[in-house]
């Protein structure tokens, strides 16, 4: 069955440090790739998304590339703020219908 | 705009026991997942209702069921509570024809069994 595998955390950054979540799939056919954000004490949230291979997804700063070759979506950013301090799911839907598969999230603290 | 919303937000059970908690989706969307993510862990589907139906259901038992009404609201309901039912339950709503991808989450109901 379909499945996503992430780094564990928690990943503790410094204001304006570089970001990589890694991010691997495994799912039949061609999945869409996500990733959501859990800010505390909100709900989840869509991120960004990308729907075929070599797709980017960005928004606020956060990109990652769809690479089928290496089942890959990693999350990046160029510079972490505290404001991104939050839990982070990488996630797959497949198959028809709108089931999403999450991973087991990455938690990100970004300090002052 | 309202977005998704649930009810109640916490709620503290004994075991066997059941529970019924409650999503209204948001406007225009017609599709509704449920997930449970337990500490520390992601969601996991549980099911996904869809014209009143229940059209997809993740690894979960028996116990756990649901219900769609005419207005898309809907509901989760678990008998016979175990420990291990103590979780964050998620609502997700999504429309059928104008899918792009993207669920809406509510901000969930937080069951404890004790």
């Known amino acids: 069955g379909d499945s996503v595998t992430q780094m564990e955390g928690p990943v503790t950054l410094s204001e304006e440090a570089f970001l990589t979540i890694n991010c691997t799939y495994t799912a039949t056919g061609y999945p869409s790739l996500f990733w959501y954000v859990q800010y505390p004490g909100e709900g989840l949230q869509l991120l960004l998304k990308a729907t075929k291979a070599d797709d980017k997804g960005s928004n606020k700063g956060f990109e990652a590339t769809y690479r089928k070759e290496t089942t890959s979506f990693h999350l990046e950013k160029g510079s972490v703020q505290v404001s991104d301090s939050a839990v982070y799911f990488c996630?797959?839907?497949?198959?028809?219908?709108?089931?999403?598969?999450f991973g087991t999230g990455t938690k990100l603290q970004v300090i002052p | 705009d309202a977005g998704v919303t649930q009810s109640p937000t916490h709620l503290i059970k004994t075991r066997g026991q059941q529970v019924t908690l409650r999503c209204s989706p948001k406007?225009?969307?017609?599709?509704v997942s449920w997930y449970q993510q337990a500490l520390g862990q992601g969601p996991q589907f549980i099911f996904q209702?869809?014209?009143?139906?229940?059209?997809q259901r993740g690894n979960f038992p028996d116990r756990f069921s649901g219900h769609q009404f005419p207005n898309y609201s809907s509901e989760l309901n678990v008998n016979a509570l175990l420990l291990g039912d103590s979780a964050l339950y998620l609502c997700a709503s999504s429309s059928e024809q104008g899918y792009t991808g993207e669920l809406f989450f509510g901000e969930g109901s937080r069951l404890t069994v004790l």
């Open positions: 209702y869809y014209e009143e139906e229940e059209r």
């Open positions: 406007s225009g969307h017609d599709t």
């Open positions: 996630a797959l839907s497949s198959g028809g219908y709108q089931k999403v598969t």
